[in-house]
């Protein structure tokens, strides 16, 4: 292997409960753009929901498997990514906990971490979700999340590089990653 060095991540993928839910809720809620609904290839009978940037730069696409109203919720372990950090800009949070307030979603803070605020919620399947208010990349056509039906509010611009908390069995599993 000429580079064995990780640039970053391409994409997370999670499981989710009701695909409607799932939708209303990211696209709802968080104005994340629905850019692709396919199958999941091994399992034909599911969906695949893709959210990302308008051009689906790597790093920026988010997806689901929605199994259904019978699918187990996961825990947080081993191997997992347990938390999902979404750019905002630093004037945006107090918009958005009004609007998650409107939208009756729980949330806590903010709460200061390395000299920024964080908004920390879940998501209708109870994945761990942030809004960090950043200076990054907001604004720039290729980075903006913003769903067409929702011009005008600040929105999510991008998930926070090196913003997603995975868990890892020992520091020397943390080290290589």
């Known amino acids: 292997m000429a580079n064995s060095q990780i640039s970053g991540i ?3 993928t999670a499981i989710a409960g009701n695909p409607q839910a799932n939708v209303d809720f990211y696209t709802g809620v968080l104005g994340l753009r629905l850019v692709k609904k396919t199958v999941n290839f091994y ?3 599911t969906y695949h929901l893709y959210y990302g940037d308008r051009t689906g730069n790597p790093g920026t696409v988010l997806t689901f498997f929605p199994w259904g109203e019978g699918a187990w919720r996961g825990k947080a372990g081993t191997g997992q990514v347990t938390v999902i950090s979404f750019a905002v800009p ?3 949070l107090a918009y958005w906990m ?3 307030e409107l939208e009756d979603v729980s949330f806590q803070g903010p709460l200061s971490r390395f000299d920024e605020e964080v908004v920390t919620l879940r ?3 109870g994945i761990q979700l942030e809004l ?3 200076q990054i990349n907001h604004g720039t056509p290729q980075g903006v999340w913003l769903h067409s039906s929702r011009q005008g509010h600040p929105g999510i611009s ?3 590089p090196g913003g997603t908390e995975f868990s ?3 520091t020397a599993a943390h080290r290589d990653f």
């Open 10 to 12: 391409h994409h997370i």
């Open 158 to 160: 991008q998930r926070n």
């Open 168 to 170: 890892a069995n020992g």
């Open 98 to 100: 009004e609007r998650l």
């Open 43 to 45: 399992a034909p009978e």
């Open 90 to 92: 630093v004037n945006a």
């Open 132 to 134: 960090v208010a950043t």
């Open 123 to 125: 998501d209708p399947d």
